[in-house]
């Protein structure tokens, strides 16, 4: 699948669980609901990817996004009013921590709401991912 192929089914499993639970659970509960819509479509994804942090080359903490998604497409979820700039920047930073350069983060508020994040390798601030 290409890129914006795999964007698309993410969105459409996004809106799928949206416009059926609505807003107002607990992320685990969304997340849950992700994953059940992306194994009835046959997408490859893993849950709770980890995302180990590096400093000088030492393992400083590690980060973990709620799905990676067909191995290109980090995706970050949350259940809160709206989305401001330290909900991006945690995306952002997921995207230059890893060696993947497209991410999306999902709202599951009042009204939901879609953040796609493009993050080129040659454009990152930290080139720290080690497999």
């Known amino acids: 699948m290409k890129d914006n192929e795999i964007t698309l089914a993410i969105i459409r499993v996004f809106r799928k669980v ?66 401001s700039k330290i909900e991006e920047s945690q995306l952002i930073n997921y995207l230059n921590c890893t060696d993947k350069e497209l991410g999306l983060l999902l709202n599951f508020g009042h009204k939901y709401e879609i953040k796609r994040k493009i993050l080129h390798n040659s454009n990152k601030k930290y080139m720290n991912f080690r497999g």
């Open 18 to 83: 949206y416009g059926e639970m609505g807003y107002g659970f607990l992320e685990r509960i969304y997340e849950n609901a992700m994953e059940f819509e992306f194994r009835k479509m046959n997408l490859n994804y893993k849950r709770q990817f980890p995302i180990k942090i590096y400093y000088q080359g030492n393992v400083m903490g590690e980060y973990v996004a709620d799905f990676l998604v067909e191995d290109r497409v980090v995706v970050e979820l949350k259940a809160i009013p709206f989305l």
